[in-house]
Nanobody
């Protein structure tokens, strides 16, 4: 089992950048594929990005492609989400998730095995 803790959220202005981190407990982190999701108030949880166990393969939702970058540092048991050109519509609680299927690029939240508690990102106009 792995525990995930997100950090790096906060209040920013439109056009700003922010980097989220997700730190995992346990040595199994490097075997998991990892994803980022977000959930805005009153909306369903939305897939943003996924990276495979090695970090070589990534996939993004169209809504963030070109603005967000997912990466990982297995030596530090940490997943990142670099967010640029933030918009008010990016306001949401952001979650990281882990899947034991390390090479699968999963985009559905129900396919993930472990979740963090979330970190709030608020983008003002």
């Amino acid at each position: 089992q792995v525990q995930l803790v997100e950090s790096g959220g906060g209040l920013v202005q439109a056009g700003d950048s922010l980097r989220l981190s997700c730190t995992a407990s346990g040595r199994t982190f490097s075997s998991y594929s990892m994803g980022w999701f977000r959930q805005a108030a009153g909306k369903d949880r939305e897939f943003l990005a996924v990276v495979n166990w090695s970090g070589r393969n990534t996939n993004y939702a169209d809504s963030v492609k070109g603005r967000f970058t997912i990466s990982r540092d297995n030596a530090k048991y940490t997943l990142y989400l670099e967010m640029n050109s933030l918009k008010p519509e990016d306001t949401a609680v952001y979650y990281c998730a882990a899947s034991v299927w390390g090479d699968l690029m999963l985009t559905i939240d129900g396919q993930y095995d472990y979740w963090g508690q979330g970190t709030q990102v608020t983008v003002s106009s």
